[in-house]
């Protein structure tokens, strides 16, 4: 479970990027987090795996306040956590093989172990058998395939995504969505941020609005989660 | 456990695909780091060899005491009895005063000390101290001056104490040279790390986001700058290896001359071994310095 407590996030120089933003999500969730630019939605998620710390409040993962955490423990925290940002950042002197065995490498991983991992979670976004290609010499959507491939091949928990369709035409915007939906059915918590939340409707995500740093709107989908559905 | 070598396996691992990456620069690092290096080590080499050759030449010397000339046999063997307690003492060898005067004799002044018509010279003790150390020495030869029936001391220790001096003086200048030169290599190495954090920073970003901690990130770094001193440490054996090379037969040819016989020696292993460590630890100080400086600004 991941919770926000009155969480606030004030930059240097002034600007209020959230503004007491408390709620909850649990375990097993698709959430569909969206607002204007500026809104606060990237701060937010950026709250989760510590790349920012709140001005105040608190934010909980699991029970534990991660707002405070030690310099040499965020690692860790990260090792549970898919993340995917709004550019691929993959490692472009390196193949898509490379780019999505490196948490493995990060975190040790038998080598041999680590490249069954790799292999499954290629195939999991559709990138069988391209391993050996180079980044530069896949398109927009399949970039951002490897950037998905390389956040679940852990196993995360908790996937989170920072507006993952933001440079991509519609039908891959609609792949890509319909990815975060299967890995939601496999129950893992996801959360997005989109400015286009229509493209996640046929999942019935949980839905939030920020607006000016404030949650204006929490819209729960009726009936059970997608992943309880499946079971 | 094994899971620590893996990481450092591929911490090697990746630290020599960038050396290999960039062989020109890797090259010229390594020629940098030789050829400074290889200047103290080559100073240390000639060192070395002049202190063998010093002790070759000259042997250990030797102190001479005399008796007063009233002094009798047994006041001799009075004496004998205490350099036999003297512990700086290698070896005596007591000289009576007719022997000394045949061996003057037999060296060619026999009319003149014919002419004295009575022996003028005392009994003596020839004396060889332990080591090397001329202040050793010279405390050996103050405390026989204040024995009894002890005339004169004459230690022979002036060239020692030369010698001593002069390679003091030059071991200083080569441990001088050798530590602005192993300045100016953490620099070279703490720059070229630098230079790589730059090239590497979003690999860098990324790792972190992914959950790489900090030693993680490090590691390379660290067998970038180590690897690099190695080659560079190697560069500077094979400098002075070749310099023995070519110095060798014109410095035993100036021996010759002056009637001796000079080889001038290269390296032992275990001075080969301490350059290349020595080379491999500045590498990696200039690494760990450039890391810690440069990491927590990314």
Redesign the interface.
Known sequence: MIVFDEVAKRYAGGYTALAGVSLEIRHGELVVLSGHSGAGKSTLLKLI?V?ERPTSGRVLINGQDVSHLPR?AI?????NLG?V?QES?L?FDRSVFDNVM??L????H?PRDAARRVAAALERVGLEGRGKEMPAGLSGGEQQRVAIA?AIV?RPSILIADEPTAHLDPAYAADIASLFRSFNEAGVTVLVTTHDASLFAASRPRRLVLAKGLLTEDTRPTGRLAHEEAA | MSNWFYLHFRAIAHALRRLAGQPVGTVLSALVVGIALSLPGGGYLVLDNVASLARGVSGTPEISVFLDAGAQKADAEALEQRLKALPALASYRYVPRDEALKQLAAGGLGDVLGGLGHNPLPDAFVLTPRGEDPEVFEQLATEIRAWPKVAHVQLDSAWVKRLHALLALGRSAVLMLAGLLGFALVIVTFNTIRLQILTQRQEIEVSRLLGATDPFIRRPFYWFGGLQGALGGLVALGTVWLGVRVLAQPVARLAETYGAVFTLNGPDWRAALAIVLFATFLGWLGAAISVRRHLAST
Request: charged share 20%; hydrophobic share 45%.
């Open positions: 795996p790349i040499a690692p860790y925290l990260r090792r993340l940002l950042r490692l490196l948490p490498v990060i975190t040790g038998p390389r852990n």
